[in-house]
């Protein structure tokens, strides 16, 4: 699929939905004005698609940092990948041979580094699952509008942050696996916007424009993908289906021609495959048995409209 295609589906869905539009224009004037923006929500609500949408709407170069428990200081301003060796032989007079030789170290520039200085809209997706002590980093960055150079060898300590330059940060809520608590003085230097579920339009428009199925079958798709989250115990729990699910429901449909009916048995499996581990996460043990069979009944009711 090519990058103008994927602009446009993300475009569809995000001015499709009013809420959405209102997020964008606020986000935008704030990155504008120099105040980084942080959107925060349960998983698979499109927070990372709508950070990117964003920093596209700003015309900029745009950087992406998958935050992780191994990311360092090293991956985002950079380290010394080994050395160069440089070697001159002069044998322009033949009785004469000269030989010039040079070793220096090779630097390889880190994301956050090569984003500060040429003025990208960064997105830092995630970026509660980094550890605080790498985070660490960005708080001179949107404090003081400097980047330290720690370990570079290089002549200054620290570079100025090019005035276009812009992040956007995206996280899950903290009880969420594999999150870390992120640092209070960090929060306070951004505006964090708190995300929630697409309401059933948007959704429906998401999965059409992601998967390119048909309309009808989208609807009976998200349809079913909200009658599964009724069924769980905790309704805010991390293991609820997302949209996530709807869309991967949709793309196999679609990629292999499946009908949406309850009744065909590849259908059926599909939806189990996708939905019933997570519920199963959702709900305490005792009714796991009755929800799996609640469960079926849902898949094999459900028809093309």
């Known amino acids: ?167 956007i940060f995206t996280s899950n809520p903290k009880e969420y696996a594999g999150v870390y608590q992120s640092q209070d003085a960090l929060l306070d230097r951004m505006i964090t916007m708190t995300m929630e579920a697409m309401d059933k339009e948007v959704e429906i428009s998401a999965v059409v424009n992601k998967t390119s199925i048909e309309r009808n079958k989208a609807e009976v798709i998200v349809d079913f993908i909200e009658k599964v989250r009724k069924l769980a115990s905790n309704k805010q729990d991390s293991g609820i289906p997302s949209l996530r699910a709807s869309i991967m429901i949709a793309d196999m449909v679609h990629r292999y021609q499946l009908p949406v009916d309850g009744n065909n048995d590849e259908f059926f499996q599909l939806c189990m495959d996708i939905t019933w581990f997570p519920l199963k996460e959702s709900i305490g043990e005792k009714e796991q048995q009755r929800v799996k069979r609640q469960l079926e009944r849902e898949c094999k009711s459900i028809t093309e409209r």
């Not at 993300?10 to 504008?32: H, I, W």
């Not at 990372?48 to 992406?64: D, G, N, Q, V």
């Not at 032989?89 to 170290?105: A, G, L, M, P, T």
């Not at 956050?112 to 001179?140: H, Q, W």
């Open 1 to 167: 699929m090519e990058e103008t295609e994927i602009k446009e589906q993300e475009a569809d869905v995000f001015e499709a939905a009013p809420n959405f539009q209102d997020l964008t224009k606020r986000s935008l004037r704030y990155l504008e004005t120099g105040y980084p923006v942080h959107f925060t929500g349960p998983s698979g609500i499109g927070k990372t698609s709508l950070a990117m949408y964003i920093a596209k709407a700003r015309k900029k170069p745009m950087m992406f940092i998958q935050g992780n428990k191994d990311l360092t200081i090293k991956d985002l301003i950079g380290s010394f990948s080994g050395y160069q060796r440089h070697k001159l032989k002069d044998n322009y007079v033949r009785s004469v041979q000269k030989i010039e030789e040079k070793v220096s170290e090779s630097w390889r520039e880190g994301r956050l580094l090569e984003a500060v200085r040429k003025g990208y809209t960064l997105v830092y997706d995630e970026f509660t699952r980094s550890r605080p002590e790498t985070n660490n980093i960005f708080l001179p960055v949107l404090e003081e509008r400097i980047l330290p150079l720690y370990g570079a060898k290089q002549k200054k300590s620290f570079i100025k942050v090019h005035p276009d330059f812009s992040v």
